[in-house]
């Protein structure tokens, strides 16, 4: 059973358009993570939650908003898609979220905006 | 600040040869290192990790790490490569979560 499913794997859309990520996790874990990475393969942290609460929140435009409606699940939602957007939205999860745990990556959303 | 950084974006290879990969930390709270790979259209997951202790890391494919707190680094290394490492490899410092990962570096092993 995949540990931290994303959904959908690939997604194609206009610019202007609103589109939703999903992630879930089964490995009880209480801290969950959406990361951005662009072409050039940088990786930025871009929200961190510990059991439905946001921790991290990190220089975002407004128009990305995360939801977690349980502690397994953290979605992503976009508003009016740019085309600077597209990259690869990885989600990943941690047990506690402490600096000693290793991350549990989503094997990501390529997003690309046209 | 970016408190990782990772020397070479790109390290070209031959087959059996060694490779360094190279990653340096600018942390100045309690250090945890971890290097991750990511193989192509995949996440990333963990290749060794730094907590404590013994300094030299060991994952179970033969890369290893040591950690050197007088230079600040924590090089990944391996004697002898294969083809099936051809990957992106990731340095994190987790002393600060927020901005950790360095910007990678794409290893591509040649026959």
């Known amino acids: 059973d995949t540990a931290v499913s994303q959904t959908p794997k690939y997604l194609v859309t206009q610019m202007g358009n609103d589109k939703s990520i999903k992630c879930e996790q089964n490995?009880?874990?209480?801290?969950m993570y959406w990361y951005k990475q662009d072409s050039k393969k940088f990786l930025k942290i871009m929200f961190s939650y510990n059991n439905k609460e946001l921790i991290i929140n990190e220089t975002v435009p407004n128009r990305f908003s995360p939801k977690s409606p349980d502690k397994a699940h953290l979605n992503l939602h976009i508003n009016s898609l740019e085309l600077g957007d597209s990259a690869v939205y990885f989600c990943?999860?941690?047990?506690?979220?402490?600096?000693?745990?290793?991350?549990?990556f989503g094997s990501g959303t390529q997003l690309s905006v046209l | 600040a970016q408190s990782v950084t990772q020397l070479d974006s790109q390290v070209p290879v031959f087959e059996e040869a060694p490779v360094e990969l190279r990653c340096n930390y600018s942390s100045s709270v309690s250090v945890y290192l971890f290097w991750y790979v990511q193989y192509p259209n995949q996440g990333l997951q963990l290749l060794l990790k730094?907590?404590?202790?013994?300094?030299l890391v060991e994952s179970i494919n033969g890369f290893e790490a040591e950690f050197n707190k007088s230079q600040t680094s924590f090089h990944l290394r391996k004697p002898s490569v294969h083809i099936s490492d051809t990957a992106e490899y990731f340095c994190?410092?987790?002393?600060?979560?927020?901005?950790?990962f360095g910007s990678g570096t794409r290893l591509q092993v040649q026959p």
């Open positions: 490995l009880g874990h209480d801290t």
């Open positions: 990943a999860s941690s047990p506690q979220g402490a600096t000693n745990e290793k991350l549990f």
């Open positions: 730094y907590l404590s202790g013994s300094t």
């Open positions: 994190e410092d987790t002393g600060r979560r927020a901005l950790t």
